[in-house]
C-alpha cells in the first residue's frame, strides 16, 4: 500500500512538471516525496492576478484514499489571510480537503490527485473572492458591495507587497527600506509556516521561475500600481471585513508609491544578475569548466541544425566568445508581418545551467503580444536542459501568427489588446509589427 502511494504521488508529480499549465508549479526534496512544495500564480484578470502563492502539501500513507494536508506559506508571517478560504495561519478550507462541509459528491475521493487540489485552490482566487464567504448569495446591499470592493482592493495591493516584491526582495537580498543589498534573505521555519510540514527553510524550489516570470509580467504589475495608486492614496488604511476576526485578517495602509520604487529596484537587480551570469562565465570559460565546454559543443549542434533548416533565416554566434551568452539574429519571413526584419535576440546563460534557466532579451524594437516593452521574450521551452530548444522556441515565439489565447503569455499589454480586439485592432497591431520589423534593420 505504501508503495503503491509512492507510486501514484510520483506519477502526478512528474505529469504536472511535464504539462504546460504555466501557472501550476511543483517540487519536492528527493529525500521525501510526501512532502510537496507547490507554486500557484494568481489567474489574470483578478485582484491575485500574476501573484506567487506558495502551498506546502504533505501526503499521508493511506493516499489517495484520503486527502492529503494542505498549508498555505504565503501568509506575510502568518499575518495576512488572502482569502475567506485560506487563512493567516496557512489553513486552507476546501471540501475535498474534508476541512470544509460542501455539497454532497464535493468530498474527497481517490479519483482527485494533487492536480485536482491545487485547481480547485485556483479557482478560490477569482475576481470577487468576497463570494466564498458563507452566506454570500445574500449579501445585495450597498454596504455589502462596498465590502467586496474593498476587499478586492486590499488583496491586490497585498498581493503585490507579500506575494511579489517582499518575495523577489527575499530571493535577491535587498534591504526593502532603501534598496541596498544585504545577506540573501533565510525564510524563518516558524512565521512562514513551513516546519509544519517538514520543510527546511533553504529549499526554494521556485526562486528561478519567479525570477523569470517577474521579468514577464513586470509591465502587468506597474499598470496595477498606476490604476490603484489613482485610487488609494498613500497610508489610507484597509477596511476590515465582517468575516475577519484577531489573528485571521488582513491588515495595514496603501503604499503604492513605495511598492513601485520597490519594484524597480527588483527589476534593475535581475538585469544585473543576467549581467553578472555573462561575467562568471567569461571566466568558467578561460578555466575551461565542464560546462563552458558543454555549452560550447552545444552552440555548435545548434548552428549545424539550424544550417540545415532551410525554413528558418538566422544566425547564432557567441558574444566575444562568451558560451554564456549567445545572440541571435532572426530574419523575417517573406510575405508576413516580419517581412524585413531583423530581430536581435541575446541569450543570457547561468553558470548554474540547468538548474538555473537561461533568460531571453529581444534587443531589437519590436511590437509584439510575446515581447515586452523592455524585450522579455515569453516563450515555452519543450527540453529545459536544451539549449537547442531555446532557439527553437524563441523562434517560434516570434514568428506565431495565430497563437491560441492564453492571457499568462501576453507580455505586451498594448499589443495584446490590439491582437485580440476588433478586426480594426488587429489590423493595427499588424500595421505596428510590420513598422517595427522594417525598421529594424537600423537598430
Same mark, same amino acid.
Given at each position: 500500500?505504501?508503495?503503491?502511494? $509512492? +507510486?501514484?504521488?510520483?506519477?502526478?508529480?512528474?505529469?504536472?512538471?511535464?504539462? *504546460?499549465?504555466?501557472?501550476?508549479?511543483?517540487?519536492?526534496? !528527493?529525500?521525501?516525496?510526501?512532502?510537496?512544495?507547490?507554486?500557484?500564480?494568481?489567474?489574470?484578470?483578478?485582484? /491575485?492576478?500574476?501573484?506567487?502563492?506558495?502551498?506546502?502539501?504533505?501526503?499521508?500513507?493511506? /493516499?489517495?484514499?484520503?486527502?492529503?494536508?494542505?498549508? *498555505?506559506?504565503?501568509? #506575510?508571517?502568518?499575518?495576512?489571510?488572502?482569502?475567506?478560504?485560506?487563512?493567516?495561519?496557512?489553513?486552507?478550507?476546501?471540501?475535498?480537503?474534508?476541512?470544509?462541509?460542501?455539497?454532497?459528491?464535493?468530498?474527497?475521493?481517490?479519483?482527485?490527485?494533487?492536480?485536482?487540489?491545487?485547481?480547485?485552490?485556483?479557482?478560490?482566487?477569482?475576481?470577487?473572492?468576497?463570494?466564498?464567504?458563507?452566506?454570500?448569495?445574500?449579501?445585495?446591499?450597498?454596504?455589502?458591495?462596498?465590502?467586496?470592493?474593498?476587499?478586492?482592493?486590499?488583496?491586490?495591493?497585498?498581493?503585490?507587497?507579500?506575494?511579489?516584491?517582499?518575495?523577489?526582495?527575499?530571493?535577491?537580498?535587498?534591504?526593502?527600506?532603501?534598496?541596498?543589498?544585504?545577506?540573501?534573505?533565510?525564510?524563518?521555519?516558524?512565521?512562514?509556516?513551513?516546519?509544519?510540514?517538514?520543510?527546511?527553510?533553504?529549499?526554494?524550489?521556485?526562486?528561478?521561475?519567479?525570477?523569470?516570470?517577474?521579468?514577464?509580467?513586470? !509591465?502587468?504589475?506597474?499598470?496595477?500600481?498606476?490604476?490603484?495608486?489613482?485610487?488609494?492614496? !498613500?497610508?489610507? &488604511?484597509?477596511?476590515?471585513?465582517?468575516?475577519?476576526?484577531?489573528? #485571521?485578517?488582513? @491588515?495595514?495602509?496603501?503604499?503604492?508609491?513605495?511598492?513601485?520604487?520597490? %519594484?524597480?529596484? $527588483?527589476?534593475?537587480?535581475?538585469?544585473?544578475?543576467?549581467?553578472?551570469?555573462?561575467?562568471?562565465?567569461?571566466?568558467?570559460?578561460?578555466?575551461?569548466?565542464? +560546462?563552458?565546454?558543454? %555549452?560550447?559543443?552545444?552552440?555548435?549542434?545548434?548552428?549545424?541544425?539550424?544550417?540545415?533548416?532551410?525554413?528558418?533565416?538566422?544566425?547564432?554566434?557567441?558574444?566575444? *566568445?562568451?558560451?554564456?551568452?549567445?545572440?541571435?539574429? =532572426?530574419?523575417?519571413?517573406?510575405?508576413?508581418? %516580419?517581412?524585413?526584419?531583423?530581430?536581435?535576440?541575446?541569450? /543570457?546563460?547561468?553558470?548554474?545551467?540547468?538548474?538555473? +534557466?537561461?533568460?531571453?532579451?529581444? @534587443?531589437?524594437?519590436?511590437?509584439?503580444?510575446?515581447?515586452?516593452?523592455?524585450?522579455?521574450?515569453?516563450? +515555452?521551452?519543450?527540453?529545459?536542459?536544451?539549449?537547442? *530548444?531555446?532557439?527553437?522556441?524563441?523562434?517560434?515565439?516570434?514568428?506565431?501568427?495565430?497563437?491560441?489565447?492564453?492571457? &499568462?503569455?501576453?507580455?505586451?499589454?498594448?499589443?495584446?489588446? =490590439?491582437?485580440?480586439?476588433?478586426?480594426?485592432?488587429?489590423?493595427?497591431?499588424?500595421?505596428? %509589427?510590420?513598422?517595427?520589423?522594417?525598421?529594424?534593420? @537600423?537598430?
Amino acid at each position: 500500500m505504501a508503495d503503491q502511494s $509512492i +507510486l501514484r504521488i510520483t506519477r502526478e508529480l512528474r505529469d504536472i512538471q511535464r504539462g *504546460s499549465d504555466l501557472s501550476i508549479a511543483v517540487a519536492c526534496k !528527493d529525500s521525501n516525496v510526501r512532502h510537496i512544495r507547490a507554486l500557484i500564480i494568481g489567474p489574470p484578470d483578478t485582484p /491575485y492576478e500574476f501573484g506567487f502563492f506558495e502551498f506546502s502539501v504533505k501526503f499521508g500513507r493511506e /493516499y489517495p484514499t484520503k486527502s492529503p494536508a494542505v498549508n *498555505s506559506l504565503t501568509t #506575510n508571517g502568518g499575518r495576512t489571510r488572502f482569502n475567506p478560504n485560506i487563512y493567516a495561519g496557512g489553513k486552507v478550507c476546501l471540501s475535498i480537503l474534508g476541512t470544509w462541509r460542501g455539497e454532497r459528491g464535493e468530498e474527497w475521493s481517490s479519483a482527485q490527485g494533487l492536480e485536482s487540489i491545487l485547481i480547485s485552490i485556483q479557482s478560490l482566487m477569482s475576481g470577487n473572492p468576497y463570494e466564498n464567504e458563507p452566506g454570500f448569495e445574500n449579501s445585495n446591499t450597498d454596504y455589502d458591495k462596498k465590502n467586496q470592493q474593498a476587499y478586492v482592493a486590499k488583496i491586490r495591493h497585498e498581493t503585490l507587497r507579500v506575494s511579489v516584491i517582499e518575495r523577489l526582495e527575499g530571493y535577491l537580498g535587498i534591504n526593502k527600506y532603501n534598496g541596498s543589498y544585504v545577506m540573501p534573505y533565510t525564510p524563518d521555519v516558524e512565521t512562514d509556516n513551513r516546519g509544519d510540514m517538514g520543510f527546511e527553510a533553504a529549499f526554494e524550489p521556485f526562486k528561478d521561475k519567479v525570477k523569470r516570470l517577474f521579468l514577464w509580467y513586470y !509591465d502587468s504589475y506597474v499598470k496595477a500600481i498606476d490604476e490603484e495608486s489613482k485610487k488609494h492614496s !498613500d497610508g489610507s &488604511r484597509f477596511e476590515k471585513m465582517p468575516f475577519e476576526g484577531t489573528g #485571521n485578517t488582513m @491588515e495595514g495602509t496603501f503604499q503604492y508609491t513605495d511598492l513601485m520604487t520597490r %519594484l524597480t529596484v $527588483i527589476r534593475m537587480r535581475l538585469m544585473q544578475e543576467s549581467d553578472g551570469w555573462v561575467t562568471e562565465g567569461k571566466i568558467a570559460a578561460s578555466k575551461e569548466s565542464s +560546462l563552458a565546454n558543454n %555549452l560550447q559543443r552545444q552552440f555548435e549542434q545548434t548552428v549545424e541544425l539550424f544550417k540545415k533548416n532551410d525554413a528558418i533565416a538566422l544566425d547564432l554566434e557567441l558574444v566575444d *566568445s562568451n558560451p554564456f551568452l549567445w545572440q541571435l539574429v =532572426l530574419f523575417g519571413r517573406p510575405m508576413t508581418n %516580419l517581412d524585413g526584419g531583423m530581430f536581435r535576440v541575446k541569450i /543570457y546563460i547561468s553558470p548554474q545551467f540547468p538548474s538555473e +534557466l537561461p533568460r531571453v532579451k529581444v @534587443e531589437t524594437p519590436i511590437f509584439h503580444h510575446r515581447v515586452s516593452k523592455d524585450g522579455q521574450l515569453c516563450f +515555452l521551452v519543450q527540453k529545459p536542459d536544451e539549449l537547442c *530548444s531555446y532557439v527553437e522556441a524563441i523562434v517560434a515565439a516570434i514568428e506565431d501568427e495565430n497563437p491560441a489565447y492564453d492571457p &499568462r503569455t501576453l507580455v505586451n499589454l498594448e499589443a495584446s489588446r =490590439l491582437f485580440w480586439g476588433s478586426v480594426e485592432d488587429r489590423k493595427v497591431y499588424s500595421r505596428k %509589427l510590420r513598422r517595427s520589423a522594417q525598421d529594424s534593420s @537600423e537598430f
